[in-house]
């Protein structure tokens, strides 16, 4: 009985699988009938010599999380630094493209899809990519992965990490200059979710508000998401209710709600700042004209850190490690043009950072919270 | 011709004919879409057809024609919408819409990893009980619109709305309370409380397709069976078509009512446990809805709340749904499939606009006719 089950179901899978078929070949008629479409199919072949004569660099497919290529932030650096290398070296636009993921699920298929096709390299941004990662570099051993912002213990996987810590001390230095020039005594610090990896932003930002002002209180707290403006909204709203003239946020596109707030303020004539994360936020926190209320911003320059790896994949210099980006290769930094910084603040800060570079100053990974817990 | 056309005109054949022109219709306009936007539509086929069959039209006779993952795939991702189809599709019969397919899918999963994380039983006992207390846990997330309404008349959207969003958050405090929970998942699921399969894998290419596809094939038999083999399925259907002529005829119309739900519930929390030991090996504590119980309301909706008509339109809808890498690698964005499967669902809820259009048409024959 059982059998006969399972058979009938398979045979029913195969009717609905060429009753698809058919159903899609029907279309294409319809499609033809307009005159015009024909040699829209055929332009492809006649352009073939033509892609043919740059003779094929490398490929490169990069998987998005749920956040989608436009988030202005992990998925978006990254595509931007796929970009930049394309451009530098010719790639033909075959050879560099995008999935983007609808929910968690669609990251094993997606990155298996793009191992079937064979591309030179696979992207994948984020920590969320971690189980999918480890699974499929074990299923496809030949083919060469970074993954950004986690690290997957296999010889076909480069991972690409940050010193964050770094360049949230730099921003907390800017933060706490520009609050000591408005006499304010408060800022604060949001996080996406609370674990080891944000935690490091959090240690580095208050370490560097206490390197300029030991006395400055810095409000911490948790959103539990990185996708929730409105709780963004919510939590920036506590914040600067509570006192705090300045808000980093950690939180992706959590963070989206922090700005929005920000700025719904300041238009009602309140002074308050956000510090962006990941890329320069600057464009986000636009107001009016020209005026923003992003301070400056915390870049984790994954577009440095999928360029360098596409590079060395062309090199032929790929190795399954982990590669580190901080300070001293530009692997973090704040944006080189912050029209809200003065030029003074801007020399203290670059002071701070040829410190840390030169390793005078060596900033915590973990907030004195956790330290003191221990 | 004039056998489609003898075909278009039957009203007989309505139920099958409208969700026919429906999907072609969507297809047609997402083929404009990417014509206007300089997409190729081509691609998205393409992209379409292999999904579903594992055959790359461009590499054919080579190595690389036949992939079986992306068949695994396609299957894998039809399973829970097929299941929440069903259960959409069940409440509709007894007249009673289930928006709750959603939270009755979160709780089943959540009931899946407990028993599966929790218990350590040989296969052969610990696998039926993992998959029955989804069932049940769904059943009884079922329950509390069903006796509400029975006996109270509240309405079950109202309800089930409601649920949704406490099975979301409840679920995600429970899960973060097991042993070993992270703040974003929860530990690997027990190995003899899984549906996932190392043979099935291997004859798929390492695709996560499951023995859930036995659990998907018995429930449409038991949708079948209970709706149009049972007096019991006969009673439900009568209280969906006239709740009071049903009374009057000596039908306990509020124990329907309430079983009808949670025999929904039931079909939704097995959609669940697809997800938690089957596509994934551990519970997920979830941002948001995933809508897999609004993708139900669509399968229901186009399946015609038959249960040949769940499976195939949970199969379409779960190609389109799978197609999107493939899709995305052949330069057609996600939103075109997105669009497609909105088309479908629209023209679907227009049916009775094609109906009177179809009457009209065979009108106009019969009149030239004579």
Redesign the interface.
Known sequence: M?KN??K??LV??LV??MV??C??K???P??EE?VV?EP??EE?VVEEPVVEEPEEVMTV?LITDIGGIDDKSFNQGTWEGILEFAEDFNLSEEEY????S?????Y???L???A??EMDLIVAPGFLFFDSMTEVAE?YPDQKFLLIDSVVDASNVASAVFAEHEGSFLVGVAAALKAQEAGQDTVAFLGG???GLIQKFEAGFEAGVWAVDPDMTVLVDYAG????AQKGQTFASKFYDQGAYIIYHAAGGTGNGVIKEAKDRVQNGEDVWVIGVDKDQYDDGIYEADKSVILTSMMKRVDVAAYTVCENVLNEEFTGDILVFNLANGGVSIPAENPNLNAEWETEIQDFADQVIAGEIIVPEAPVRILEED | MSKIKKLLLDETKYKITVPIIA??LS??IG?IVM?LTGI???GA?KA??RT??GINFDKLFTDKMF?A?Y?G?F?T?ALPITLTGLSVAFAFRTGLFNIGAEGQLLVGAMAATVTSIMLDLPAIIHLPIVILSAALAGALWGFVPGILKAKYNVHEVVVTIMMNYTALHMTNYLLKKLPGS???KTVKSNPSGTLQSDFIASITN???LHWG??VV??S??VFWYIIEKTSFGFELRSVGFNPDASKYAGMKVTRNVMFSMMIAGAFAGLAGAM?SIG??DYG?IL??F?NYGFDGIAVALLGGNVA?GV??SG??FG?L??A???M??N?VP?EIAKIISSLIVLFVAMKYGFEMWLRTYAKKQEEEGK
């Open positions: 059982s089950t399972i009938l179901f029913l899978v609905l699988a698809a078929g159903s899609a029907v279309e294409e319809v499609v307009p479409e829209v199919v492809p497919g493209k995008y999935i983007q609808e929910s968690d699920a669609d094993l298929p997606n298996s899809t793009f079937d096709e299923l979710m609370d674990f998401a990185f996708n929730d | 999907i072609l297809f047609l083929t014509l190729n539509p081509l086929f379409l057809a579903m069959t992939n993952r068949v795939e299957l991702t992270s703040l974003i390492n695709s996560r596809i036995i094939g018995l449409i038999l997800l596509t994934f997920r941002v948001g995933e040949i499976l195939l199969l379409l190609g749904k799978s999107q890498p493939l995305q690698a330069g996600l």
